[in-house]
C-alpha cells in the first residue's frame, strides 16, 4: 500500500515511477480534489471524508493494490501520521506546503518554528510563538489570517510582519508580503501558509517577572504572589515545556503567566473567585503575551472542567482546605507536584496533616525574604511577609 504526497498542480508534481503506481493500482483513496487530478482512472476510487476509523477499517481488509493520494509532505501535519501506525505504508513525499511558503519567501526555514492552528484552537499561540524570529502556522477557514492578525495585535505582537502564499502551486496562487494591519483586513483562498518574521527583534521575558509590571488590585495592591516568592514556587512546580498546570486563586495571573511561559507547549487553566482580580489577570495576559484559560469560580467549583495536571499551584484555599486537597490530589498524575503557599502555622499545620493522609511526600520551605531600600544616603532592608511553601508529590498510588 503506498502513499503519494500530490501539489496543488496535480500529476505534473509527480514523478513518472508515481504516476506508473497510481495507473497500476485497483483502489486510488485521496480528497475529492486530488481524486479530480484523475478523470479517466479506471479502478475504485474512495474518497476520504470525515472520520477515519471506518476508512481505516476498510483498507486493513482491502487485498487489492491501493494508493492513497495526500496532500505535500503525508508526515507533516498529514494523513500519513495516522494511518502509518494502522496500516502497512510504503510513503513517498512531496514539498510540503510551508516548504514551498519560504521558497517563494526566499528565505531558509531551517531555524523556523512550525506550528498548525488547522482543525483546532488558537488559545496558547501567544506563548508559543514569543520571541521567535521566523514562524510558519497552517491554518484553516476559522483560523484564518485574518483572525491570526487580530490575535497578534490583541497580544501586541507587532513586531512581526507577514508572508501569506495561497493556493501553491495551483493555477491561482498568489503570495504577498503583508503587515499584521493589512493581513487584518484582506481577502484570502482557504488554502494558504502564513510565515510571520520579526522586523525588530523582541526577547522573552525571563523568569521573575517585576510585580509593578502586572495590573493589580486597586487601592489595596498586594495580592499578588511576590517575584521572589513566585520563583521559589516555580522551581518547585517541577515544570516541562509541555506540562499541563492549574493555578487556584490566580489574583493577578502572576503565577499563571510564568507557568505559560515555562509550559509554553503545554496548557494552563486558572481559577479566580474575584470577578475584579479575574479581569485584571486577563489583562496582564495581554500585556505578557500569554493566553490561558482563566474561569470566575471558587475551587473546588469549576475544577472539574480542567483536564487531570502535572502540577497545581495553590495561592489561597478559601477555607475548604481538605475538600480541595483532596480533590487536587485525586486528580494530580502521579508524580505530580501541588505547591501550596500558606502564611500562618495553624494552616501549615493543616495542610500538612491532609497531604500525609492522602499518601503524599510532603516538604516544607520557610521564606523570609528583606530587600534593600534607601534610606537618604543610606540603605536598609525591609522585609517581606513570612511565607511557608508546602510542595506535596503525588505517588504512583494512593
Not at 102 to 107: G, I, L
Request: hydrophobic residues 40%; contains cysteine.
Amino acid at each position: 500500500m503506498k502513499m503519494i504526497g500530490i501539489g496543488d498542480n496535480g500529476p505534473a508534481s509527480l514523478l513518472p515511477q508515481y504516476i506508473a503506481w497510481i495507473e497500476s493500482s485497483e483502489v486510488l483513496v485521496g480528497g475529492e480534489r486530488h481524486l479530480d487530478f484523475f478523470p479517466d482512472y479506471t479502478g475504485e476510487k474512495i474518497i476520504i471524508k470525515g472520520g477515519l476509523s471506518q476508512l481505516v477499517e476498510k483498507l486493513q481488509e482491502e487485498k487489492r493494490n491501493i494508493v492513497i493520494l495526500v496532500s505535500g509532505d503525508p508526515l507533516f501535519y498529514g494523513l500519513g501520521g495516522v494511518l502509518a501506525k494502522k496500516l502497512p505504508l510504503e510513503i513517498y513525499p512531496y514539498a510540503s506546503s510551508v516548504q514551498l511558503a519560504f521558497t517563494r519567501m526566499q528565505e531558509s526555514w531551517q531555524d523556523a518554528y512550525l506550528t498548525s492552528v488547522h482543525g483546532r484552537s488558537m488559545k496558547g499561540l501567544a506563548q508559543k510563538i514569543d520571541g521567535r524570529k521566523k514562524i510558519a502556522i497552517l491554518n484553516d477557514e476559522e483560523n484564518s489570517p485574518n483572525a491570526i492578525a487580530r490575535y497578534l495585535n490583541a497580544f501586541g505582537m507587532t513586531e512581526y510582519d507577514a508572508f501569506v502564499a495561497e493556493n501553491l502551486e495551483g493555477p491561482t496562487e498568489r503570495c504577498r508580503h503583508l503587515t499584521l494591519d493589512e493581513m487584518e483586513k484582506a481577502e484570502f483562498s482557504p488554502l494558504n501558509v502564513v510565515i510571520l518574521k520579526q522586523r525588530e527583534a523582541v526577547e522573552r521575558a525571563s523568569i521573575g517577572i517585576d510585580d509593578d509590571k502586572f495590573i493589580q488590585r486597586k487601592p489595596d495592591k498586594g495580592l499578588i504572589t511576590k517575584k521572589e516568592i513566585r520563583v521559589l514556587c516555580l522551581q518547585a512546580l517541577h515544570l516541562k515545556e509541555t506540562s499541563i498546570a492549574w493555578d487556584i486563586g490566580t489574583c493577578t495571573g502572576s503565577v499563571a503567566i510564568e507557568m505559560s511561559k515555562i509550559a509554553r507547549e503545554g496548557q494552563v487553566f486558572a481559577i479566580e473567585k474575584n470577578e475584579a482580580d479575574l479581569e485584571n489577570c486577563l489583562q496582564n495576559q495581554h500585556i505578557h503575551r500569554t493566553d490561558f484559560t482563566a474561569v470566575l469560580g471558587k475551587a473546588p467549583e469549576g475544577l472539574e472542567e480542567f483536564p487531570d495536571p502535572d502540577a497545581i499551584f495553590i495561592g489561597g484555599n478559601g477555607g475548604n482546605m481538605e475538600q480541595l486537597l483532596q480533590l487536587c490530589v485525586n486528580r494530580l498524575k502521579p508524580n505530580g507536584r501541588i505547591v501550596m503557599n500558606i502564611a500562618t502555622i495553624e494552616n501549615l499545620a493543616e495542610a500538612m496533616g491532609h497531604f500525609k493522609k492522602f499518601n503524599c511526600d510532603v516538604s516544607v520551605l520557610q521564606a523570609q525574604i528583606s530587600k534593600s531600600k534607601p534610606i537618604l544616603n543610606l540603605t536598609r532592608f525591609e522585609p517581606l511577609n513570612p511565607i511557608f511553601i508546602i510542595t506535596a508529590q503525588k505517588g504512583l498510588e494512593l
